[in-house]
Antibody, heavy 122, light 108 residues
Framework: EVQLVESGGGLVQPGGSLRLSCAAS????????MNWVRQAPGKGLEWVSY????????YYADSVKGRFTISRDNAKNSLYLQMNSLRAEDTAVYYC???????????????WGQGTLVTVSS | DIQMTQSPSSVSASVGDRVTITCRAS??????LAWYQQKPGKAPKLLIY???SLQSGVPSRFSGSGSGTDFTLTISSLQPEDFATYYC??????????FGQGTKVEIK
């Protein structure tokens, strides 16, 4: 069974840092592209960051560029998001999500973790 | 960036009703569109990818159509478990992958 389990969320002051983790199991983690997606309270979904299966290609949303760093450890089946210089507007539930690409074309985020809440407040 | 606009923002419907949700892209995205369902306090669930391909395990009452800029998600006969918020996502051009603002399907 595919499982993604996030951890590391919590309450942090503005300007502070947090490191989120996503532990993957039930599939060959090293073969899949991964993302972080967040959802502010009562709001919609916002893509945050992407990392290729090898870790060689990385993208960020403009809203987090220069402050957040995505990484992965394929030996440990884990995805990470280092979040620095946190702002109130970063308050959200953060999900890790796996990319599934269909051989005939098409793409979707087929498995998601349960999410971890990050609250940035003084 | 490609903007995704869903309509309506919310819809009230009864069990058994046919429900249609529309998603419009700010520029053509071919068939690179996915639909997700999200229930309160839960992670999103992939329903449809490539605009019309049903994800494994998703009931056949869900269907998707469209290409280019205009897409629809249809629930042919609404069931109690379908009351949720639905999001479209463009997968044609990234970064960024962008989502629509969501459509909440509520009980009439």
């Amino acid at each position: 069974e595919v499982q993604l389990v996030e951890s590391g969320g919590g309450l942090v002051q503005p300007g502070g840092s947090l490191r989120l983790s996503c532990a993957a199991s039930g599939f060959t983690f090293s073969s899949y592209e991964m993302n972080w997606v967040r959802q502010a309270p009562g709001k919609g979904l916002e893509w945050v960051s992407y990392i290729s299966s090898s870790g060689s290609t990385i993208y960020y949303a403009d809203s987090v560029k220069g402050r957040f760093t995505i990484s992965r450890d394929n030996a440990k089946n884990s995805l990470y998001l280092q979040m620095n210089s946190l702002r109130a507007e970063d308050t959200a539930v953060y999900y890790c999500a796996r990319v599934e690409r269909d051989p005939m074309g098409g793409l979707g985020f087929d498995y998601w973790g349960q999410g971890t809440l990050v609250t940035v407040s003084s | 960036d490609i903007q995704m606009t869903q309509s309506p923002s919310s819809v009230s419907a009864s069990v058994g009703d046919r429900v249609t949700i529309t998603c419009r892209a700010s520029q053509g995205i071919s068939s690179w569109l996915a639909w997700y369902q999200q229930k309160p306090g839960k992670a999103p669930k992939l329903l449809i990818y490539a605009a019309s391909s049903l994800q494994s395990g998703v009931p056949s009452r869900f269907s998707g159509s469209g290409s280019g800029t205009d897409f629809t998600l249809t629930i042919s006969s609404l069931q109690p478990e379908d009351f949720a918020t639905y999001y479209c996502q463009q997968a044609n051009s990234f970064p960024p992958w962008t989502f629509g603002q969501g459509t909440k399907v509520e009980i009439k």
